[in-house]
Nanobody
Framework: QVQVQESGGGMVQPGGSLRLTCAAS????????MSWYRQAPGKQRELVAR???????NYADFVKGRFTISRDNAKNTVYLQMNSLKPEDTAAYYC????????????????WGQGTQVTVSS
């Protein structure tokens, strides 16, 4: 019904930048929130940033001033621009969408992507 696909991960040196993209598709009426989470080995998944359909955004303290989340509502796509990357940013990054779908009936649906790996290392 709804598919979420992340892309843009990879390996980068400390201080470098990456841009993650998450696209949602399927029987979507609207998407309330699109969020990025991350999970490092042995650690719990944590919220990185969230963008609401109206334009408001929230960031975890550990990325403020370095990461920027943005949305293209027409494309059901969210981006995460990551600058000044640190080794501790190494993790699998996951996209979560909180959508209203219309198949088989109107309802709220939360869908996660499969994740994309970000590795920051010299």
């Amino acid at each position: 019904q709804v598919q979420v696909q992340e892309s843009g991960g990879g390996m980068v040196q400390p201080g470098g930048s990456l841009r993650l993209t998450c696209a949602a598709s399927g029987s979507i009426s609207s998407i309330k929130y699109m969020s990025w989470y991350r999970q490092a080995p042995g650690k719990q998944r944590e919220l990185v940033a969230r963008a609401a359909s109206g334009g408001s955004t929230n960031y975890a303290d550990f990325v403020k001033g370095r990461f920027t989340i943005s949305r293209d509502n027409a494309k059901n796509t969210v981006y995460l621009q990551m600058n000044s990357l640190k080794p501790e940013d190494t993790a699998a990054y996951y996209c979560k969408t909180e959508a209203v779908v219309y198949v088989p009936y109107y309802r709220n649906l939360e869908v996660w992507g499969q994740g994309t790996q970000v590795t920051v290392s010299s």
